[in-house]
């Protein structure tokens, strides 16, 4: 009866569409807010832990300099995820078995099996995050094992119940949709809401630098953000080596920015979610509104409004409390601090001879160093969003302070822990030949239960900061996604006589072209800069196993190519 109630739903659902269709742009753009959907489980993935860390430093680090970044990145995930779309509507199958079967499997698992340990990697900052926004912002009592560990298995209990509401019909789906975009709405109005009182502050904000910031720059790759220039210069003979410092970390952040923005596990759960819900060849253009409003909208209003607070309070401006003994600063903030202070001694007497000096004589050279390396140390440790909040106390009060920032960091990852899960579900019954509902898709679901011990596994360094050299991890397997797309728009026996021609081929092409050479730039930087050789071969190794599978076993064909052979 409920499979009945469904099937119902979507012929109606469907009916709908080619009668606005037929109305005009206003009753379509009704139909389309009304039956909107996966753009919003987009939106709920896409705004989690990782774009918040991402948007964070690029404030820290940037200014507003970055303000670009992320909307370019967010345009070239929905022109991808565009893409995918298209083709999983026009054709009605599964893409994992049809890349297998028409493209390369070798493309087709490598983009389940990324999808899965991204899922899991993922996850590790996304329990990190929320118990610290329940833990240092809501209730601090809890700030201790113990309530560490409730607060996980109250997270990991809610995520499972709200993950499961899908698998429980239409009426399950659309809870589920529900609840998540009360999430959405959530955070972006908490982020908002914050500029909103820093801008009506008597600090105010600088609206004519935060728009030229939009104006897209790619010099931050190889150099430091301009305002560093008169702190690196006082530095002396020792500028060069703050220079490299600020921008390994400049371009680390730059590639979290990206990858956050649409991750590979975003391209698998997109088209599982529209097959869900019986979308067809009629719902492409919905489809495409979905991912402009639904995740590319939320998306670029709550980080562009962190990257505006974080530029504001900290870039290129020392933490409160490491220069002066007016106030105390954080223990995570000291450690950082030491810790760049004696990487900068080490640099100055050589590796070998650091090693042999005692504690004592090394704290004693850290001490000895120039305010001005101690300045610039201080500017660049790394804070997180609770830093901000206390940073922003005096000119939103306390209160507001907190409590906005712990409900909308607790917002943002609970709702990626409940996507992560769905995801792996999706990707479990794949791997298996399954259909993706019941209890495979539920035991799937449990993948990224592994996050749980996120909290206790990372001490000490700010748990924020894991986000980026995850979700760095999470940009080199992004063109295997992007590639994939790019290849199945252009496949013929996947899409027959739909697919694209003329001058809308040409478009497809050229757009998605810009976005997978993008997805691939920032691929192979962070391959280099972080594997060197070993990355490159391991990338080699990968690209040559497909091209040896394509020629073992050549992919299917189109039932004409082969009528047209005959002729």
């Excluded at 560490?148 to 899908?166: D, H, R, S």
């Excluded at 097959?275 to 590319?296: E, N, P, V, Y």
């Excluded at 609770?386 to 005096?394: C, D, E, G, R, V």
């Excluded at 011990?453 to 980026?468: E, R, Y």
Aim: charged share 15%; hydrophobic share 50%; with cysteine.
């Amino acid at each position: 009866m409920a499979e009945e109630t469904g099937d119902t739903q979507f012929a109606a659902d469907r009916q709908l569409l080619i009668d606005a269709a037929q109305q005009g742009t206003g009753a379509k753009l009704r139909a389309f807010v009304r039956l909107s959907g996966p753009g919003w489980l987009q939106s709920a993935i896409t705004l989690g832990g990782g774009s918040l860390a991402a948007s964070l430093y690029l404030g820290v680090l940037a200014g507003y300099s970055l303000m670009w970044l992320q909307v370019v990145a967010m345009v070239m995930g929905v022109i991808m995820l565009s893409a995918i779309s298209y083709v999983t509507l026009s054709t009605g199958k599964r893409p994992f078995q049809a890349i297998n079967d028409h493209v390369n499997p070798v493309l087709g698992w490598g983009w389940a099996i990324a999808t899965l340990i991204a899922n899991m990697v993922w996850c590790l900052p996304q329990f990190s995050l929320g118990t610290a926004a329940v833990t240092q912002n809501l209730l601090p009592d809890l700030n201790n094992d113990g309530g560490k560990a409730i607060v996980c298995g109250v997270m990991l209990a809610a995520a499972v119940v709200i993950t499961w509401f899908y698998d429980s019909g239409s009426w399950g789906i659309k809870l589920y949709e529900r609840l998540l975009r009360l999430m959405v709405a959530a955070i972006v109005i908490c982020f908002f809401g914050v500029v909103l009182k820093i801008s009506a502050s008597s600090e105010g904000l600088p609206w004519n630098e935060i728009l030229a910031g939009f104006i897209p720059n790619l010099d931050l790759l190889s150099n430091p953000a301009a305002t560093f220039n008169e702190a690196l210069a006082a530095t002396d003979q020792y500028s060069e080596y703050w220079s490299k410092e600020i921008v390994s970390q400049q371009r680390d952040v730059m590639i979290t920015a990206a990858a956050t923005a649409v991750g590979i596990n975003m391209t698998f759960l997109l088209p599982y979610s529209m097959l869900r819900k019986g979308w067809d060849q009629h719902f492409r253009g919905l489809a495409i509104f979905d991912l402009s409003t639904g995740m590319a909208v939320p998306f670029l209003i709550a980080t562009g409004c962190v990257v505006i607070a974080s530029a504001s309070q900290f870039h290129a401006k020392p933490a409160s409390g490491l220069l002066d003994d007016e106030i105390e600063a954080p223990a995570k903030l000291v450690e950082q601090y030491q810790a760049k202070l004696q990487a900068r001694v080490a640099n100055e007497v050589g590796k070998e001879k650091y090693k042999s000096l005692s504690d004592a004589e090394k704290a004693s050279l850290a001490g000895a160093l120039p305010e001005a390396d101690k300045r610039m140390a201080a500017m660049l440790v790394k804070r997180d969003a609770f830093n901000l909040a206390h940073s922003l106390a005096p000119l939103i009060g306390k209160n507001f302070a907190n409590y906005v920032f712990g409900f909308g960091v607790l917002g943002m990852a609970l709702s990626t822990i409940t996507i992560l899960m769905l995801i792996s579900g999706f990707t479990f019954c794949e791997i298996l030949g399954l259909p993706p509902e019941g209890l495979p898709h539920r035991l799937g679901c449990m993948a990224p239960a592994v996050g749980v011990l996120g909290p206790f596994i990372w001490k000490g360094k700010a748990a924020f900061w894991l986000a980026v050299p995850t979700s760095v991890f999470g940009m080199v397997l992004l063109p295997i996604a992007y590639g994939t797309f790019f290849l199945m728009m252009n496949n013929r026996s996947i899409l027959g006589d739909k697919l694209p021609q003329g001058a809308r081929r040409i478009r497809w092409n050229v757009l998605m072209f810009i976005a997978l050479s993008l997805s691939a730039f920032g691929a192979g930087w962070s391959i280099w800069s972080k594997a060197h050789w070993y990355g490159v071969a391991g990338a080699g190794a990968f690209v040559l196993l497909a091209i040896v599978v394509h020629f073992v076993r050549p992919p299917k064909r189109f039932p004409g190519d082969a009528m047209v052979e005959e002729a």
